[in-house]
Nanobody, 118 residues
Framework: VQLQASGGGLVQPGGSLRLSCAASGSILSIDAVDWYRQAPGKQRELVAL???????NYADSVKGRFTIFRDNAKKTVYLQMNSLKPEDTAVYYCKPRIRTVTSVHDVWGQGTLVTVSS
């Protein structure tokens, strides 16, 4: 199983970006997904997650601005980020829980840089 992250870049405050992590390989489903971020000089933090039942939870700092979702048909997970702020600048990582024929396990994406600046 491999993950390909994309969607990061430079955006002005108030702008939007959609991050994605596309999985490839013999995957039956993506059961859940977490999105983390790590800002320069700070610890990695969990910003959003979905449970296997589809419920989404968000960190207070992004609630109302970020939306997490997944598309099992495309084997892709997404993080829609709106109303971006400079403090959202970080490297963002996806961590989907992937189900294969033989196992269920979490896989880290390689990270994609988001820079919010005017």
């Amino acid at each position: 199983v491999q993950l390909q992250a994309s969607g990061g870049g430079l955006v002005q405050p108030g702008g939007s970006l959609r991050l994605s992590c596309a999985a490839s390989g013999s995957i039956l489903s993506i059961d859940a997904v977490d999105w983390y971020r790590q800002a320069p000089g700070k610890q990695r933090e969990l910003v959003a997650l979905t449970t296997s039942g589809g419920r989404a939870n968000y960190a207070d700092s992004v609630k109302g601005r970020f939306t997490i979702f997944r598309d099992n048909a495309k084997k892709t997970v997404y993080l829609q980020m709106n109303s971006l702020k400079p403090e959202d600048t970080a490297v963002y990582y996806c961590k989907p829980r992937i189900r294969t024929v033989t196992s269920v396990h979490d896989v880290w994406g390689q990270g994609t840089l988001v820079t919010v600046s005017s």
